[in-house]
């Protein structure tokens, strides 16, 4: 299974969690999109669950491979704890800036896409990635030390 995961949700954290989980970090890919969502289709077909970007290109990308994917966002209401998040976590003030002007457009973007092959997963307030994990892997999950 393929996850796009908006920034802060919890992908790197996630995948630390178990081996069967992937945060496939975008910057490997040096914008080549078609490459980025060819690896995700192979790790998800052997069987991960594969953790991406939710770069538009990307899911232009995964359309195109007929491939289906899920989209985990925020609420748009809690905009506010992820540009806190992205500020604790250590990201640039670029990074903060850019979030935080592109936010709801970005949102607005992936609610709007209307793909048979796209299934949008909206978290609840300060949800992450770890509440997808819960559902989709019971088996393997780890305790948070």
């Known amino acids: ?5 908006f920034p802060g949700v919890g992908k ?10 992937i945060d496939l970090d975008s910057t490997l890919f040096n914008k080549d999109f078609k490459a980025y969502a060819k690896v995700a289709k192979a790790l ?5 669950y594969v953790q991406v970007s939710t770069h538009k290109e990307l899911r ?6 007929h491939q289906e994917y899920y989209v985990v966002i925020p609420s748009k209401s809690d905009k506010q704890n992820y540009l806190s998040r992205y500020s604790g976590r250590g990201d640039s003030k670029e990074f903060v800036s850019t979030l935080d002007a592109n936010f709801e457009t970005w949102i607005d973007d992936i609610l709007e896409t209307h793909s048979r092959y796209q299934t949008v997963i909206v978290l609840r307030r300060m949800g992450t990635m770890y509440d997808i994990f819960l559902i989709f892997d019971k088996n393997e999950v780890k305790q948070e030390e």
């Open 60 to 65: 232009d990308e995964l359309e195109a491979l």
């Open 1 to 5: 299974m393929i996850f796009c995961g």
């Open 12 to 21: 790197t954290v996630n995948s630390r969690r178990s081996r069967d989980w």
């Open 44 to 48: 998800s077909e052997a069987g991960f």
